[in-house]
């Protein structure tokens, strides 16, 4: 939560601290509310979002003849409500009857799926589950060669496919393989080839019937770059509709100044942020921790 706070506060806290400057000031007239608006829209908070917060702002930050002694407390208030910090992040990484946990991880080229298919076995083993990873990215010559040096750096085994495979079989071998080992979690890591809705969907649709053949898929992860805006928006919905997303992890949080992008996707797709990278380093990814997060945009 540290580093949360630590890597947060020079890109993300610029928001809240436009914010607080803007609330604080003495006479809070139109102009001003149309900044506080351009400011949570800059940073991706989303249309329908801006104008609930600021509609809440302004009910409670209107007090005949005088101001709200704590504005910042108030902020958080709304903020917090906005992230919603009653959501259920918790991965599901467990299986059932014996069966591993399976983590099918998906969103498209450059999000950093890999990277984070990496980090995730790293806190799993770090916590002392047993975990197979699965390339089944089998359409960028780089993706399994990436996924297996993280294996041998987190010291798991990872089953891969020649370059062209047929995703579908990648995957069920590497849950094969997980079963038969007994090992608590397979993660499962896809091609993000930039389709149509329809292919995407073939194609996740096939992956999964395939893998359920063996073990019930646990946890759907859409990793999505923060940095990406209102791309990443268009991107999440795709995802969405082509496939049954349970949990978001949004990446390279380090790098944006838009943290807005949180309330956006969890409204937009119905499911909870649960992860979020932090930088490329194999230690860089955190649970989402709503009220910490709230704290960084506010500095
Ligand atoms: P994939 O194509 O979706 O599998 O994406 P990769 O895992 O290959 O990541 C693409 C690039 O993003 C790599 O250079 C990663 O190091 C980088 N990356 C991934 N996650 C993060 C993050 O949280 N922060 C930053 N700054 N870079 C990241």
Redesign the pocket.
């Given at each position: 939560l540290v580093r949360l706070r630590q890597r947060l506060a020079g890109s993300q806290g610029a928001l809240g601290r436009g914010l607080l400057a803007l609330l604080s000031r003495d006479r809070l007239d139109e102009d001003t509310w149309e900044s506080i608006e351009d400011t949570l829209l800059t940073a991706d908070v989303g249309v329908a979002p801006t104008q609930q917060l600021v509609e809440n702002l302004r009910t409670r930050l209107r007090v005949e003849g005088g101001q709200v002694d704590d504005v910042r407390a108030v902020v958080r208030e709304e903020l917090l409500a906005l992230v919603n910090p009653d959501l259920d992040r918790r991965l599901q990484i467990s299986g059932e009857d014996g069966a591993p946990g399976v983590v099918l991880v998906v969103?498209?080229?450059?999000?950093?799926?890999?990277?984070?298919?990496?980090?995730i076995a790293r806190i799993l083993v770090a916590e002392n589950r047993s975990v197979v990873l699965g390339a089944a990215?089998t359409f960028?010559a780089a993706?399994a060669e990436?996924l297996a040096t993280w294996g041998g750096r987190v010291g798991v085994d990872v089953v891969r496919g020649d370059e062209g495979a047929d995703p579908a079989s990648v995957a069920f071998r590497a849950v094969e393989a997980g079963a038969r080992s007994g090992v608590d979690t397979v993660i499962v890591?896809t091609a993000?080839r930039l389709q149509n809705k329809q292919g995407l969907m073939d194609e996740l649709g096939k992956v999964k019937r395939v893998i359920e053949k063996q073990a019930p898929v646990t946890e759907v992860l859409l990793?999505l770059?923060a940095t990406t805006g209102q791309n990443g928006m268009t991107q999440a919905r795709v995802f969405g509709e082509a496939v049954d997303v349970s949990g978001i992890v949004l990446?390279?949080?380090?790098?944006s100044a838009k943290g807005g992008i949180v309330v956006q996707v969890q409204r937009e797709l119905g499911v909870p942020v649960k992860l979020?990278?932090?930088?490329?380093g194999a230690d860089?990814?955190a649970p989402f921790d709503a009220g910490a997060f709230v704290d960084a945009l506010l500095g």
């Open positions: 969103g498209v080229n450059g999000a950093g799926k890999t990277t984070t298919v990496g980090k990215d960028r993706a990436q890591d993000g990793v770059d990446t390279k949080l380090d790098g979020v990278g932090l930088g490329e860089d990814l």
